[in-house]
């Protein structure tokens, strides 16, 4: 797989075009065909579209708009057609920054080109690939590269070093590629970000089937990566790396192994990179009495798949993204549901959730040059800062508790009419549904109606009185109820803060990793850390974002980072760097006091955002621009070169 695809020329009539153009997203397909006819001039006069929650894919155009875009584009198909669908010539630098003059105020233009550009890729080169080899640097150095899990952020770190000619080897406890995708397996699990967006850069010739796939083709996905690059034969699976230890006098680590049948053995790296992910060990709550109940219980993401639910009374316990989808399919096997939430979770109304690819969309990416690339970066673009300013914090908002400023305010009052319309005049639901905080500051879940309709069941209970205790029949609610059930499901969520555990790491000077981190883990954007030199953090502290983009994209932005370190190692024939104490503590002091400027870290609702101190050690304050700019190259002043 590559991020070339193989598009196929047509002849489609006139009407079967204007058809499938009725499944286009506008803004992308105009910039299609600008630069597909080289004519600028299909964009001449068509509205600036808008970005954002309330725009959706059109751009906010509206249905006269909407007519004259598809009918511009309709033309230039056609033309094109007749010309016989030429192969379509790369266009210059200033071609794009005409064409993407349409989305982007002029004014900001010239400091997001070279991102855009770099996202775009439109000449269907792999732009971020490494553009150097460890043979051009030092042929003759020992140096490999431990990774410790084939989820998402491992895989991409194996293909960059791959790329590099870099030997690596990478530890997975489990028998498959995936991660989170191959251990979260209950009904309903698909992805909330679109697929177009959630997926590398530099593998995009996947046909996705649904607009939000589901958790198989996610799988199937990262499978498919992992056998197009090659990577199988690098991963040792069932083996789980249990200690990892600084050495000084190679500058490199020491990792003790355990395989799964109990045999040890040692492995011996230059760099270490972690690729253990935030949402993947499972939180189980603490509710008395747990051990009391007498059928089956387990987790969201130990979803035990010999248990029939099918005429059982179940219930499940919370209300985050995974118990969301979850439920309506469990609605749908159980005799009878009952769901017990704590906080109402703000819906983000997504009418498309579970829809399939539509036919014209689908015709569209196979056969119109340029379309997929514009779509992906209609997708990037329109995330790329996001919902950052309904997040934002205004210091003089007094007028409600359950917003934050101006802009969180119509968002929120926006959610709450979606909230109306779907819970149906039902006013009991629609209390029980309405959070009673700022939207942001706990993670939204994707609903595309079906939430509301599942609560309003006969056979679905929404309970909100809390729990009391676990008993062997059911659960008691704190209002002195027994409620029977056969089966418990806790959807309750992952201890996220808890990173990098259990591993034991062991770094300079004999420090622990998580002594030292004392349960507040932080890192150098994310990546790096003092004392621990060589230890490349993916998906670390702060390194989650609410309300823009995908986390696929800021992989990829630790992963650049992660080689272009190498690249200084080994140009400069040093064993290990280490980021200087007071840089990492400046940047922690800098993200901590912003996130405290957004939803999530001014409300003082729980979430998995923030950990036991109550810090927000999982967010990202800022747009995709800021995260690329400072992963972009290494500042040799940030460490000590050892
Ligand atoms: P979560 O968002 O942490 O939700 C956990 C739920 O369990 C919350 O409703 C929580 O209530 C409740 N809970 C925890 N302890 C409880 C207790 N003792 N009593 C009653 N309720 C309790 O976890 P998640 O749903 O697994 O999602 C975590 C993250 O994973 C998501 O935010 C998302 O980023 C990611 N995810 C993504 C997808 C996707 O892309 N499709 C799917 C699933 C998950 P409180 O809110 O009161 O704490």
Known sequence: MSSERTLEPFDASDEELARH?????????????????????????????MRGLMAGPNGGYEEAQLTDARARCLAALKRYRDDGCPEPTRPSEEDLRGL??????????????????????????????????????????DFRVAIIGAGMSGLCAAIRLQQAEIPFVIFEKSHDVGGTWHDNVYPGCRVDVSNHFYSYSFAQGFEWPQLFSTQPILLEYFQHVADAFGLREHIRFGTEVKRATFDESTGGWSLELESEDGTSDTFEAQVLVSGMGQLNRPRMPEIEGMDDFGGPAFHSARWDQSVDLAGKKVSVIGTGASACQLIPIVADQASELTVYQRTAPWLLPTEDYHEEVPSGLQWLYQHVPFYAEWYRFWLFWSTAEGLLETVEVDPNWTERKDSVGPLNEEVRQM?????????????????????????????FVRDNGILPATFARDDVSLETAGIDRITEKGIRTKDGREIEADVIVYGTGFTASDFLMPLEV??????????????????????????????????????????????????????????????????????????KPEVHDEYNERIDADNMKRAWGAATVNSWYKNQLGRVSQNWPYGLLEYWKQTREVDLGDYELL
């Open 100 to 141: 993407l003059s349409f989305v982007i105020e002029e004014e900001r233009l010239d400091e997001f080109l070279p991102f855009l550009l770099d996202e775009l890729s439109l000449d269907g080169s792999d732009t971020r690939a490494p553009k150097w080899k460890k043979s051009e640097l030092a042929p003759d150095r």
């Open 506 to 579: 062991v770094g300079r000077d004999g420090r622990k990793l998580h002594e030292h981190w004392a349960g507040d883990a932080r890192a150098y954007l994310g990546i790096t850390l003092p004392h621990f030199p060589n230890l490349f953090l993916l998906y670390g502290p702060n390194t989650n974002i609410v309300v823009n983009g995908s986390i696929i994209f800021f992989t990829e932005c630790e992963v650049d980072y992660l080689l272009a370190s190498i690249e200084t190692l080994l140009r400069g024939g040093k064993h290990a760097m280490d980021c």
């Open 21 to 49: 153009l009725e499944d286009a997203e506008l803004p992308a397909l105009l910039l299609a065909c600008a630069m597909l006819t080289r004519d600028p001039a299909v964009l001449d006069g068509a509205p600036p579209p």
């Open 415 to 443: 959610l709450c009419e979606y909230l109306q319309e779907a819970t149906g005049g039902d006013a009991d639901l629609l209390a029980k549904m309405t959070p009673d905080y700022p939207p942001f500051s706990k993670r």
